[in-house]
């Protein structure tokens, strides 16, 4: 009652290769999320914030309970968007027409984002989210922080923690945030839309 658990991935542990390799996920998900969850959950235990949803714990939490928690929404958001590589891969309908609105272009959204990931200083997250007029925006975000605590909806993330990516682009963040589009759901992103 009340324990969170380690998501499930919705695709096998190796179908987002080449773009992110199954020893990537392995450590990713079933080291680092796993930990944040079993540290979140200890944390818990006798606190007031005990069995509330994730999301009100992001919102309530302070410190190290802020930030095993932040991390376990980040990721889960992060590690439910993808699918396997696609050529060509690029949203659809209203999110399309959104983003052409607010940011010129797909090829102009997709510079700015990459651009603000590779530019973000040490651990954290670029993020494309909408805020409570349905405008696109796109934020960094440091360490375990998510845009719900700016009261916007989180879209699509890219994870920039090193963990993310080191295994296999080493210190190439840019090459890696690069090639991320190929496996981006898009029909997940849309449905937060
Ligand atoms: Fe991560």
Redesign the pocket.
């Given at each position: 009652m009340g324990k969170f658990e380690l998501m499930g991935l919705p695709y096998a542990i190796d179908a987002l290769e080449p773009v992110i390799s199954k020893e990537t996920i392995g450590f990713?998900h079933g080291k680092?999320l796993a930990g944040y969850v079993n540290n979140l959950n200890g944390l818990l235990e006798g606190s007031p914030l005990a069995g509330l949803p994730l999301e009100e714990i992001v919102l309530k939490a302070e410190g190290g309970m802020l930030n095993n928690a932040g991390q376990i929404l980040n990721?889960n958001l992060?590690f439910g968007q993808f699918c396997a590589p696609k050529a060509d891969n690029a949203p659809m309908g209203k999110l399309a027409d959104a983003i052409a609105r607010d940011f010129g272009s797909f090829e102009a959204f997709k510079e700015e984002f990459q651009k603000k990931g590779a530019t973000l200083f040490g651990s954290g997250w670029v993020w494309l989210s909408a805020d409570k007029d349905g405008k696109l925006v796109i934020t960094q975000e440091p360490n375990a922080a998510n845009p719900i605590q700016k009261g916007l909806r989180p879209l699509l993330t890219f994870?920039v923690?090193e963990?993310?990516y080191y295994l296999d682009y080493q210190n190439r963040r840019p090459d890696h945030l690069a090639a991320l589009w190929q496996i981006v759901d898009w029909k997940v992103v849309e449905g937060r839309f």
């Open positions: 990713h680092h990721h992060y994870d923690w963990h993310a």
